[in-house]
């Protein structure tokens, strides 16, 4: 993959970290996921999903599915007890740049306090597109 890097790693901190919208409740450890720099290279994010202690893909009914694949629906699922920090650079030239970043706001969405979501620079830089091809911009 074009420079991905991500693991997922044990952290003694004591705090656990429950249900989506939860507080966290008292626990000794959690895991924490981290990826960056994907790219829009979506074989490479599944691959880091199949791989992942943390996120997981859940089929119809919830049922954890391996990879993602595109046989039947799944959803990005985060395990118990786990939280997830993607750092930033999703989107460039790959061709999974609207998916992945539709499965991991899903994901925020869903567990707002276990998941964060970081800027990188290829991602600022898309977001000034809309600004400079505004009506405004382009006069």
């Known amino acids: 993959p074009r420079g ?3 693991g997922d790693a044990k952290e003694g901190l004591g705090v656990g ?3 989506g919208g939860a507080p966290p409740a008292a626990a000794s450890s959690f895991k924490v ?3 960056t720099d994907v790219e829009g290279n979506l074989d490479y994010f599944r691959s880091y999903v199949e791989r992942s202690e943390v996120l997981y893909y859940a089929g119809k009914g919830g049922e954890e ?3 993602g694949g595109s046989r039947g629906p799944r959803e990005l699922g ?5 939280a997830f920090v993607f750092g930033g650079d999703l989107f460039d030239k790959g061709p999974g740049d609207i998916r992945l970043s539709r499965e991991l706001v899903s994901l925020k969405r869903r567990f707002p306090r276990r998941v964060f979501l ?5 991602d600022a830089n898309k ?3 809309a600004a400079e091809l505004s009506d405004e911009e382009m006069k």
């Open 17 to 19: 970290l429950g249900g």
């Open 127 to 129: 977001l000034r597109l």
């Open 118 to 122: 970081l800027v990188g620079n290829r």
């Open 4 to 6: 991905g890097r991500g």
């Open 78 to 82: 985060l395990r118990d007890g786990c």
């Open 65 to 67: 599915k391996g990879g």
């Open 33 to 35: 996921g981290y990826l």
